[in-house]
């Protein structure tokens, strides 16, 4: 696992690291299904039957946070309006858009615990992080992460 809990007054937070982009926002993805799930266990949704697709969201000026906010917000829509619930992914970054092939289940059969109801741009963050440079852990549960690679940090609002 490379995404943590952060801790927030009110809402409820995603840190995570990777050494790609595209691993940072997948990381995000997973945290985010993870954290609405009545049972935490991802193999809990393994007896359930997939669909494959192709998901994409555009992004101007070549603004990944903006676009993280986004794909996390469209996987939000998919899950609770569409009934695709994503179990899988394998995402792409150009300039114009970041897509994803994506396997999902019928969301009627997931059961949920929390409810997101929105993806904050408070206190967002998706950047490179340059070789030896260092990010604070957030105490108690979040490591200190040593450049190169790449952090992504969301606020959800629950």
């Known amino acids: ?22 691993g940072a926002i997948n990381e995000c993805v997973f945290g985010l ?8 266990s991802p193999e809990s949704l393994n007896h359930l039957t997939r669909s494959n697709g192709v998901w994409t969201v555009g992004i101007k000026n070549n603004d990944l946070e903006r676009g993280l906010v986004k794909f996390l917000e469209e996987i939000l829509y998919r899950g609770s309006v569409e009934n695709q619930w994503l179990v899988d992914l394998a995402i792409k970054i150009n300039d114009e858009s970041i897509s994803a092939h994506v396997s999902w289940v019928d969301s009627e059969f997931v059961g949920r615990e929390i409810e997101i109801k929105a993806v904050t741009l408070h206190e967002l963050v998706f950047r490179e992080i340059k070789m030896g440079e260092i990010v604070k852990g957030v105490n108690p549960n979040i490591p200190t992460f040593e450049g190169p690679g790449w952090m992504a940090q969301v606020v959800l609002d629950i």
Not at 34 to 39: A, K, P, V, W, Y
């Open 1 to 22: 696992m490379s995404w943590w809990i952060l801790p927030t007054t009110a809402d409820i937070g995603i840190r995570a690291f990777s050494s790609t982009a595209e």
């Open 33 to 40: 299904q993870s954290i609405q799930l009545e049972d935490k």
